[in-house]
C-alpha cells in the first residue's frame, strides 16, 4: 500500500470574509470527495479569509497510481475560478 500525502495552499481573491471562504471551500472539498477517493480537508490558515491550505491524501497498491490520481485531483482543484494555487508540497507515507 502506498499513500500520498498533499498540501496546497491557495488565495481565495473574492473572499471578503469568513463566511464566504467557508462557503466557497465547503462546495469545492465536498465536490472532491465526492468525485474522488480521496480524505481532504482545510488544514491551516483556517482563521485569515483570502488565504488557506487544503490537504488531501491519496491510497494506492502502486506508486504510478498514486500520482496519476494526485495529478487528477489537484487538476480538478485547479479548474475552480475562485482560487489559485500558491504552493504544494507532497509526500510519501
Do not use: G
Not at 491519496?58 to 498514486?66: H, I, K, L, P
Amino acid at each position: 500500500m502506498i499513500i500520498r500525502a498533499v498540501a496546497v495552499e491557495w488565495i481565495i481573491h473574492d473572499a471578503m470574509n469568513l463566511k464566504e471562504k467557508r462557503s466557497v471551500l465547503k462546495r469545492i472539498l465536498t465536490r472532491t470527495r465526492q468525485k474522488y477517493n480521496v480524505s481532504i480537508a482545510e488544514t491551516a490558515f483556517k482563521e485569515k479569509w483570502q488565504r488557506t491550505e487544503v490537504s488531501f491524501a491519496v491510497v494506492s497498491d502502486t506508486r504510478v497510481q498514486c500520482e496519476k490520481e494526485t495529478e487528477q485531483v489537484l487538476s480538478f482543484l485547479d479548474s475552480f475560478p475562485e482560487w489559485e494555487r500558491i504552493k504544494t508540497e507532497a509526500d510519501w507515507v
